[in-house]
Structure formats: structure tokens, C-alpha cells
């Protein structure tokens, strides 16, 4: 009778009609744990990937039209002190060549952005399946983690919203940093002289970004049937690594 108990629950989990990609993308926001459990029945994932792509291209015409690629390359390159002072050093030809192969960089890294995202998803899916499964004893494949980044991120396609705002809203060309474009975090806000290090922390505590991963830790929980602490414990201890390692680059070449 007790396993009859045990079981009952599940097999009516497993027969009652699953979610819609769009259910799912709706529940990330409101209902978490329901997107993540039903994860395990399907790991379809084009539908969040898609809207994000829709967002972010948008983003990137209207930071076209208001910014435009002269502007956006040259406030790149001021992110990288060493480079700017190199660029200004050159003769006035050879500096308008250089901007020039820049600019059309600056432009391919960022209509490359979807597959980028999805080779940078594919790995963190890899690590962070090794790490939940090999080091916390988990059960979840590699296609249920790598579903559980994607929904798990959602809540970065708000950044894309914010940023069109204030595009909407009247962006300063000259003060917009197409790396931080949104005030979501504490660098946003530091002059631009603190040390590259300190900024690369503070840009690092980022609303979104740690709305994000949260989700995915729960999401990992879920899949991998672990404790939901040891999931969150496997993606902030990932953050951290990746955090100190660009924070030691930074102040290296700041």
C-alpha cells in the first residue's frame, strides 16, 4: 500500500497533458518549478530561443538607428583603455582603417549573437551536467540541462526590453556602453576611471543575471533529482570561478 502511495502520484503526473513551449516560457516567469518538472517529459526549447533572438535583433536595429556603428565601435573600443591609447597613437589614415575593420567586427560579433549564445549554452549545459551529475550524483541528461539554461535565461530577454526603452527613451551616444547597456547593475553606475577589475565585479551583480541563475540552479535541482540547494550551489560556484578568473584578467590588462 505505501509504494502504491508513492507511485500513484506520478503515474497521474505522467498522464496528464504536459505544457506548451509558450505555457512553459509563461511559467519561467510565475511558476518555475512547473517549466523545470515538465522539462522531464519534453526538453523542447526553439520557442524561448526564438523569442530572445526576436528581442535582441530588435534591440540591435534600434541601437543602429539611434547609436549607429561609428559611435557603438568607437565606445567599444573606450572599454579597452590599451587599445584606445593605441588607436589614438596612430596617424590619422591608419587610425580611420583601423576603426573601419572594428567597426565591421563589432558588426558580425553582433549579428552572430544567436549562435553565439547557442554555442556559449551548449557549454555551460556540458559543464554544468558534469558537475551535477559526477560531483552532486544526479540523474539528468544532457539535453534536460541544456533545456533548463535555455528557459532558465529567459530572464535576459528583459534586458533587450529595458534597453529598447531607453533607445525609446532618449540614449546618450556618447555615454552609451554597448556592453552595459541597461542599469541593471552596480558597474552601470561607477565612473569609468574605477579599476577595470572592480567594475568587472560590480557589472557581475546583475539583476537579471542572478534572477537567471537561480532559475537555472532550481532548474537543475528538478531535472537532476538533487536537493535544490546543491543545484543552486553548482551554478553560483561556476559564477564565482568565471568571475574571478575575468575579474584577474582584467585587472592584468587594465
Known amino acids: 500500500m505505501m509504494d502504491g ?8 503526473e505522467h498522464d496528464s497533458p504536459g505544457l ?3 505555457q512553459r516560457t509563461i511559467c519561467t516567469f510565475t511558476s518555475p518549478a512547473k517549466t523545470f518538472t515538465d522539462i ?4 523542447s526549447w526553439w520557442v524561448p530561443f526564438l ?10 536595429f534600434l541601437m543602429q538607428s539611434r547609436v549607429g556603428w561609428d559611435k557603438i565601435t568607437e565606445n567599444t573600443m573606450k572599454q579597452n583603455p590599451k587599445a584606445a591609447e593605441q588607436m589614438a597613437s596612430m ?3 591608419q587610425r580611420a582603417g583601423a576603426m573601419e575593420i572594428s567597426k565591421k567586427i563589432t558588426k558580425v560579433i553582433t549579428y552572430s549573437i544567436p549562435i553565439i549564445s547557442l554555442l556559449f549554452a551548449a557549454i555551460c549545459a556540458l559543464v554544468l551536467w558534469g558537475t551535477i551529475n559526477f560531483l552532486v550524483e544526479g540523474h539528468a541528461t544532457y539535453g ?11 530572464p535576459l530577454v528583459l534586458l533587450g526590453v529595458f534597453g529598447a526603452i531607453s533607445m525609446f527613451a532618449g540614449v546618450d551616444a556618447d ?3 554597448p556592453q552595459n547597456p ?10 569609468p576611471d574605477v579599476p577595470k577589475w572592480l567594475s568587472t565585479f560590480a557589472s557581475a551583480i546583475d539583476i537579471f543575471w542572478i534572477w537567471s541563475l537561480i532559475l537555472v540552479g532550481i532548474g537543475l535541482a528538478i531535472v537532476a533529482k538533487v536537493k535544490r540547494s546543491s543545484g543552486l550551489i553548482a551554478i553560483f560556484g561556476w559564477w564565482a570561478i568565471v568571475l574571478l578568473v575575468r575579474m584577474g584578467f582584467a585587472a592584468i590588462s587594465g
Open 40 to 43: 522531464l517529459r519534453n526538453t
Open 51 to 60: 523569442l530572445s533572438v526576436i528581442l535582441g535583433y530588435s534591440f540591435v
Open 91 to 93: 596617424p590619422p589614415a
Open 182 to 191: 541597461v542599469g541593471s547593475n552596480i558597474g552601470y553606475y561607477l565612473s
Open 175 to 177: 555615454t552609451f556602453n
Open 5 to 12: 502511495a508513492v507511485l500513484n502520484p506520478l503515474a497521474a
Open 144 to 154: 534536460q540541462v541544456f533545456a533548463v539554461w535555455i528557459y532558465g535565461t529567459l
Open 20 to 22: 506548451t513551449q509558450v
